[in-house]
């Protein structure tokens, strides 16, 4: 099982305290959110302790120029924002984000509206141009309001090529929920879900598979506690905990359960009466060329015979 | 078609009205007069007229059949749809213009339904086609991920182009009236009902089945190779065509290559899927993906020539074995 520790509902004070008590211990951030009041934020958070412990820095509550500011600053010491969490209204928002050593520094945007996929300026517009570029959706901050919403995103190399969706940006608890099901009806996880003070959500959906996994949304605190640990008593670990709202009381969570970070590899597997190593290396760099392509069927005939 | 072509139970030059004989949701003649006009020929060569997509819209035919005064609701029929059809102005004169026409062949199949007196076009398909010759797995699509049959292949939705920009997308359903989302290519669109057109699911090795006798050069239990020679050569003769973008008569491209040999293509693409069937002369191929394949450096990105695959068949020795029995077809 992971060797993580979580916390939610913190003050500032709080939240910096728990960090660097297990900051020294080598854990790192795997999850942050910020919500409550900008003037009084609170956090919720998972920092996990892998074999490998990189170098994070992090910044828990910042304004949009502070956060503009930071960005360029640590972008030009090669660290790159690897999460990112906002709170407060599109007019005055509250960022906390955490950097790593990156190459090439991801692509990043904050105060993206809701619009039109040609307009870069909004989330749809951005999701657009990164994955034209080959990049997919690895973070993501929804704040503001439901009529007047706002995003903040980091997009990554897609090295996986793996279909995503982010097409739900402000669902409510409903919709959402009806979008999992149409998602995950067709083998597909939520791999990443946060949400605005308005309970709306917004989620990412990827075409992968990261072994056993569980999702719950529009829980109390005292709800997500309760989801913590039955499932952290069935080995599951929470990869991605989100939570919006006034205070630590009537906040709205959701979270993400699994039992590894991994993602299952593709394999390929040539099947067939005859075996034809040549085309089989054939249709297998046809697929790795469209990795999107998760199988394939291949019939050739000479004359009236099947071959 | 050909079939019924050849037994003199149907002509190129037949209209579609004389056959199905289509009234509008209130039960009138079709809204545009030019309908009576539409032929079989016409539908085949994709130079109908006929608005080419519209039909496949089970929100606006249940509105029509309900502004007709019926009690109607998701998910509609093929007899719905055909109505809704007649509800509709054409978009040219019949045999003015070719437009690459879904509808066209979404009618076709239920021609051959009609005349062969069966209520869908698969039923037909399976009792004068497949059956002859063997085939056993190719059905009708079915649309709901939950009605898929056991064991069936899972697809997932790609971007294909500028109209769909987003992977992976959910819609509406239109397979029930509540219309929750479904995952695309899971019951947003109506494959099941449009068994003319895409609505058919079919294992590879049923559909080189069909890729078989389309490059046999005798006849075979379901066509005459005579009939099967007028088809293709009116398909190349049409793509050798200026101006035409389609060999229509089934096929994307056709070529009469002499002696009796020919070249045909066929692609398909929907939101989750794309195959291609192909023959050259003696040689042919069926290639399924099971999402949206776009083919990196050919054009049309989804129904390739594939030519390296066909060189590297032609260069290996087969042997004398037909693998088409070990898939329950008797070999031809």
């Not at chain 1, 790593?100 to 039109?116: E, F, K, M, Y």
């Not at chain 2, 029929?77 to 026409?101: F, K």
């Not at chain 2, 359903?173 to 895409?198: K, N």
């Not at chain 2, 993906?289 to 066909?310: E, H, I, K, N």
Request: hydrophobic share 40%; net charge negative; glycine share 8%.
């Amino acid at each position: 099982m992971a060797d993580f520790v979580a916390w939610h509902g913190k003050t500032l004070d709080q939240h910096e305290a728990l960090r660097n008590e297990w900051g020294a211990q080598g854990y790192r951030f795997l999850s942050l959110s910020v919500y409550g009041p900008v003037t009084a934020p609170i956090y919720a958070a998972v920092m996990i302790r892998r074999p490998i412990v990189v170098v994070q820095r992090d910044w828990p509550s910042m304004t949009a120029a502070q956060w503009q500011q930071t960005f360029n600053e640590q972008a030009a010491q090669g660290f790159g924002p690897v999460i990112l969490a906002a709170a407060g209204s599109a007019s005055d928002p509250l960022f906390a984000a955490v950097f790593q050593a990156q190459d090439p520094i991801p692509l990043t945007r904050h105060g993206l509206t809701s619009g039109n996929v040609t307009d870069s300026g909004t989330i749809q517009g951005m999701n657009n141009n990164a994955k034209s570029q080959g990049l997919k959706l690895h973070w993501a901050a929804s704040y503001g309001s439901a009529a007047d919403p706002r995003f903040a995103a980091i997009w990554m190399p897609n090295t996986r090529t793996v279909l995503w969706n982010n097409d739900g940006l402000v669902d409510d608890a409903g919709t959402y929920q009806a979008r999992f099901n149409a998602e995950t009806s067709a083998w597909c996880r939520p791999a990443f879900v946060t949400l605005d003070g308005d309970n709306c959500y917004m989620s990412l959906f990827v075409a992968d598979e990261i072994g056993p996994w569980v999702a719950r949304h529009n829980m109390t605190p005292d709800d997500y506690q309760a989801e913590f640990n039955t499932w952290t008593a069935k080995s599951y670990f929470p990869i991605c905990v989100q939570a919006a709202g006034s205070s630590a009381t009537s906040a709205r969570f959701a979270a993400l359960f699994v039992q590894s970070e991994d993602i299952v590899g593709k394999q390929f597997n040539a099947i067939g009466p005859v075996a034809n190593s040549a085309i089989d290396a054939l249709v297998l760099q046809t697929m790795q060329a469209q990795p999107v392509v998760r199988h394939a069927s291949l019939a050739i005939v000479n004359g009236t015979k099947l071959v | 078609m050909f079939q019924l072509i050849e037994t003199g139970e149907l002509a190129l030059s037949d209209t579609l009205q004389s056959i199905l004989q289509l009234k509008t949701p209130s039960g009138a003649a079709p809204v545009d007069s030019r309908f009576s006009s539409v032929t079989i020929q016409n539908l085949l060569e994709h130079k109908s007229g006929i608005n080419t997509d519209a039909f496949s819209n089970g929100v606006a035919v249940v509105e029509a059949f309900t502004a007709a005064g019926h009690s109607a609701s998701l998910p509609v029929t093929q007899e719905m749809t055909d109505s809704y059809i007649a509800s509709l102005p054409l978009v040219n004169d019949p045999g003015s213009v070719q437009t690459y026409s879904n509808c066209g062949y979404y009618l076709l199949g239920r021609v051959v339904a009609h005349l062969r007196g069966k209520n869908a076009p698969i039923d037909a398909y399976q009792a004068y086609l497949f059956d002859p010759l063997g085939i056993t797995r190719i059905r009708s699509a079915v649309d709901l991920v939950s009605a898929q049959p056991a064991g069936e292949a899972r697809y997932q939705a790609a971007t294909i182009d500028s109209s769909s920009p987003s992977d992976l997308q959910v819609a509406q359903s239109l397979m029930t009236p509540d219309q929750p989302l479904v995952a695309s290519g899971y019951g947003d669109d109506e494959l099941a009902i449009g068994q003319g057109g895409s609505g058919l699911s079919a294992a590879t090795t049923d559909l080189a089945r069909l890729i078989a006798i389309l490059v046999d050069g005798n006849d075979n239990p379901a066509l005459k190779r005579a009939t099967l020679v007028g088809m293709l050569s009116d398909a190349a003769a049409l793509a050798a065509t200026p101006g035409m973008t389609r060999a229509g008569y089934g096929l994307d491209g056709a070529e009469n290559l002499g002696g009796g040999k020919f070249y045909g293509q066929k692609g398909g693409l929907i939101i989750n899927a794309a195959s291609v069937l192909q023959f050259n002369g003696d040689w042919g191929f069926a290639l399924c993906f099971g999402s949206p394949a776009q083919l990196p450096g050919v054009t049309p990105v989804w129904y390739p020539d594939y030519v390296p695959l066909m060189s590297i068949a032609k260069s290996t020795n087969w042997g004398t074995t037909d693998l088409f029995p070990d898939f329950g077809m008797p070999s031809l």
